[in-house]
């Protein structure tokens, strides 16, 4: 499985942007995707999955903010991220867990297949 991110950049407070994450091997429709990012100094944690029905869940820091979703015919994982906030600034990796098709975890290890990642840079 192969996971390349893409449309980080940098942004003042209150802008946006959407990320992009182009899947191969593996069929972004028949199992849980999610979003990751990690600070410098902090722990990479879950911000948004997806499971294979439709299922959305977001951390409460980004709920009403980000918005994941997929294209299936372009087998492509998104990440439209609206009011961005200065601690929104993280890299931003998408992955792949094969495990799971409905419950959907936010635990990183849970995941086995992650991309490079994306740098997401916000400021005031």
């Known amino acids: 499985v192969q996971l390349v991110e893409s449309g980080g950049g940098s942004v003042q407070a209150g802008g946006s942007l959407t990320l992009s994450c182009a899947v191969s091997?593996?069929?972004?429709?028949?199992?849980?995707m999610g979003w990751f990012r990690q600070a410098p100094g902090k722990e990479r944690e879950g911000v948004a999955t997806?499971?294979?029905?439709?299922?959305?869940r977001y951390i409460d820091s980004v709920r009403g903010r980000f918005t994941i979703s997929r294209d299936n015919d372009k087998n492509t994982l998104y990440l439209q991220m609206d009011s961005l906030k200065p601690e929104d600034t993280a890299m931003y990796y998408c992955?792949?867990?094969?495990?799971?098709?409905?419950?959907?975890?936010?635990?990183?290890?849970?995941?086995?297949?992650w991309g490079q990642g994306t740098q997401v840079t916000v400021s005031l």
């Open positions: 992955a792949a867990d094969l495990a799971h098709s409905q419950h959907c975890p936010f635990a990183p290890f849970a995941y086995k297949d």
């Open positions: 997806l499971n294979a029905y439709g299922g959305e």
């Open positions: 091997g593996h069929t972004t429709s028949s199992k849980c």
